[in-house]
């Protein structure tokens, strides 16, 4: 299959440690960037092609992978933090891009 | 500065065509991918397809492979999205996207500069 499951949600505590999960079988072959979206405003790219972290974003953002599941780690979470939060991969062949069902972080 | 300028929001009628815009400036727009990302109400993101304008490659999902066109015109450095029948079930935000601040070569990588987005409404 060539799609991504993400959690629909993960709830944490300001300065705890949130994890992220997306799983797919085509993970392993090709990158994976990241997106934080908040209500009413356009994604923005959190984690560039499985680890890069573009500028300005802090380095609380931070991502791993074992196998087929790619992890988006934010640490010391901040109010702010609490958003929307997709994957990105390909399909299996890499034809297209496909987009993970998206986490909602909430800030305790 | 980097910006992607969308057209307005629009709303139409069932069967009606539509083309949305995304303009560009600050960057070679004929040297990087750009494409169009729809989100329906309360949902979440997909990827509909890609455009290298400098020579009109054109990537589509299957999802929207048929249903939409993305072209682009160098000349004034826009994309668009185009529709020749709209649906009700397009009703959607649409945003415009492209990979410019990393080293991007792929048709397949992520967006870092974004459109505001275009709210398309359809009526039956």
């Known amino acids: 299959s060539d799609e991504l499951t993400q959690p629909p949600s993960v709830s944490v505590s300001p300065g705890q440690t949130a994890r992220i999960t997306c799983s797919g079988d085509?993970?392993?072959?090709?990158?994976t960037f990241w997106y934080q979206q908040k209500p009413g405003q356009a994604p923005v790219l959190v984690i560039y092609k499985d680890s890069g972290r573009p500028s300005g974003i802090p380095d609380r953002f931070s991502a791993s992978s074992s196998g087929t599941t790619v992890t988006l780690t934010i640490s010391d979470v901040q109010a702010e933090d609490e958003a929307d939060y997709y994957c990105?991969?390909?399909?299996?062949?890499?034809?297209?891009?496909?987009f993970g069902s998206g986490t909602k972080v909430t800030v305790l | 500065e980097v910006l992607l300028v969308q057209s307005e929001a629009e709303v139409k009628k069932s069967g009606e065509s539509l083309k949305i815009s995304c303009q560009v400036s600050g960057y070679s727009f004929v040297s990087s991918w750009i494409g169009w990302v729809r989100q329906m109400p309360g949902k979440g993101l997909e990827w509909m397809g890609v455009i290298y304008p400098g020579d009109s490659d054109t990537r589509y999902s299957p999802s929207f492979q048929g249903h939409v066109t993305i072209s682009a015109d160098t000349s004034i450095k826009t994309a668009y999205l185009h529709w020749s029948s709209l649906k009700a079930s397009d009703t959607a935000m649409y945003y415009c996207?492209?990979?410019?601040?990393?080293?991007?070569?792929?048709?397949?990588?992520?967006?870092?500069?974004w459109g505001q987005g275009t709210m398309v409404t359809v009526f039956s």
């Open positions: 085509a993970l392993p072959r090709h990158y």
């Open positions: 990105q991969s390909a399909d299996r062949s890499g034809t297209f891009v496909v």
């Open positions: 996207g492209s990979p410019i601040a990393y080293t991007s070569s792929s048709s397949l990588d992520g967006f870092d500069m």
